[in-house]
C-alpha cells in the first residue's frame, strides 16, 4: 500500500522520482525501490516525505482512495508543488528565481491595472 501511495501522488502532483530522491537527498535507485516496495523507508524518511507531499503519514497507510489537498484548488496545490520542489534549488539562486517570479507577477498585475483603468475611462467618456 505504501508503495502504491508513493507512486500516486508523485504522478498525481507531477513530480519525478529524481525530484523527490533530490529532496529526501537520496538516490533515485533508493527512492524507487521505496515505489517498487522493495524497499521501505525508515520513519524519519516517511515524515519528510509526508511534509513533501503535504498529507500526514497517515494518508500512506489509509484504505480509503482519496488523496488529500492541503490548498483550496488546484491552483494552490500547484504554486505549493513547485515551491516544495524548489526547496532543492541552492538558496542563492532560488532567491533569484523567487524575485524573477514575484517581478513577472508584478508587471502583469500592472499591465492587467492598466487595461482596466483604461477601459474604465474609455466607457465613462462615452
Do not use: C, H
Not at 511534509?51 to 488523496?67: A, K, P
Not at 532560488?94 to 524573477?100: D, L, S
Amino acid at each position: 500500500m505504501l508503495s502504491d501511495r508513493l507512486k500516486t501522488i508523485r504522478k498525481k502532483r507531477r513530480i519525478t522520482q529524481e525530484e523527490v530522491s533530490v529532496f529526501l537527498d537520496v538516490k533515485r535507485q533508493t527512492y524507487g525501490a521505496y515505489e517498487r516496495g522493495v524497499s521501505t523507508p525508515d520513519s524519519q524518511t516517511l515524515k519528510k516525505l509526508a511534509d513533501y507531499f503535504g498529507v500526514s503519514t497517515e494518508y500512506f497507510f489509509r484504505e480509503d482512495n482519496e488523496l488529500p489537498s492541503v490548498v483550496q484548488n488546484k491552483d494552490e496545490e500547484w504554486l505549493l508543488m513547485l515551491a516544495r520542489r524548489a526547496e532543492a534549488i541552492p538558496p542563492s539562486q532560488r532567491e533569484r528565481i523567487i524575485k524573477a517570479f514575484e517581478e513577472n507577477i508584478d508587471l502583469y498585475l500592472d499591465a492587467m491595472n492598466s487595461s482596466d483603468k483604461r477601459t474604465r475611462k474609455r466607457k465613462t467618456s462615452e
